[in-house]
């Protein structure tokens, strides 16, 4: 069994997807927040490796985590502290299992790529993380402890994430793979080739 958690910030206009409003509007980009959330939801559940737990910030009394909630998502609050804080309270949350941790930002996500890391874990890696182009990265899983030397102090949003932990990774001596390297929309670049993705799975759905 995999544990898996999916961060997410309540879908509030002016509050989401902040780089997106002067392209989409305060009110677009919070919808366009909402859509992405429901995707890692949805791609968490079908991947069917275990428990589903999405961390809430910055509470689970917003009224879509509460419609969630309702639906049968278990919603929990996210820690206090940096993104680093917040991801290692929530990989430590889990009992002594396998645990992904993935944002909402990555459209492309499929519950074949968690599968993918599932996997990694389950043959003996430490570690598992899914690199996205621009630096970060869209997944970490680990198989045991979260390793503080990983998420403190780390130049969260850089360009750099992704390459300094490869080099704590190495220092630390933890086994990692990289199954698979993805994209994130985060500005208003990432729209075409978001909708370019929406379309062809519109099309598939059809056919």
Known sequence: MVHIAVFARAPLPGQAKTRLIPALGAAGAARLHRR???????????????????????????????????R???????????????MRAALQATPPAPTLLIGSDCPALEPAHLHAAADCLRRGDDAVFLPAEDGGYVLVGLAGEAPAALFEDMPWGGDQVMAETRVRLQAAGLRW??????????????????????????????T
């Open 36 to 70: 992405l959330v429901l995707h890692a939801l949805a791609a968490a559940r079908a991947a069917a490796l275990g428990p589903v737990t999405l961390w809430c910030a910055p509470d689970a009394g917003q009224r879509f985590f509460r419609a969630l909630a309702r």
């Open 72 to 86: 049968g998502v278990n919603c929990r609050v996210q820690a206090a502290g940096d993104l680093g804080a917040r």
């Open 177 to 206: 793979s990289e199954p698979a390297r993805l994209w994130d929309v985060d500005r208003p670049g990432d729209l075409a080739r978001l909708a370019e993705l929406e379309a062809v799975r519109a099309e598939g759905a059809c």
